[in-house]
Nanobody
Framework: QVQLVESGGGLVQAGGSLRLSCAAS????????MGWFRQAPTKEREFVSG????????AYADSVKGRFTISRDNAKNTVYLQMNSLRPEDTAVYYC??????????????????WGQGTQVTVSS
């Protein structure tokens, strides 16, 4: 059974940092795109960042570019999201995602077959 388990969320003041981790189990994702989406209350789920199987092809949402950094460690089957200069508008549930077959990053939620349970990130002003 495939599982993606996020950790690292929490409450932080504006301007602070958090590092999210996503540990995958049940299969290896070394050949698959992985990434992060988020969903704030009353808003649609949105793409945050993703990277391809080799750690390249990195994409970011415009709203987080320059503040967030995504990386992966295929040996550990883990993907990370370093979030700096956090803003209140970054408050959301963050979901780790992975593709079942595809190796390239895309920005559409329906193209990712595996989802974690989500971790809450709250940024206070």
């Amino acid at each position: 059974q495939v599982q993606l388990v996020e950790s690292g969320g929490g409450l932080v003041q504006a301007g602070g940092s958090l590092r999210l981790s996503c540990a995958a189990s049940g299969r290896t994702f070394s050949s698959n795109a992985m990434g992060w989406f988020r969903q704030a209350p009353t808003k649609e789920r949105e793409f945050v960042s993703g990277l391809n199987w080799s750690g390249g092809g990195i994409a970011y949402a415009d709203s987080v570019k320059g503040r967030f950094t995504i990386s992966r460690d295929n040996a550990k089957n883990t993907v990370y999201l370093q979030m700096n200069s956090l803003r209140p508008e970054d408050t959301a549930v963050y979901y780790c995602v992975a593709k079942k077959w595809g190796a390239s990053v895309t920005r559409f939620a329906h193209e990712y077959e595996y989802w974690g349970q989500g971790t809450q990130v709250t940024v206070s002003s």
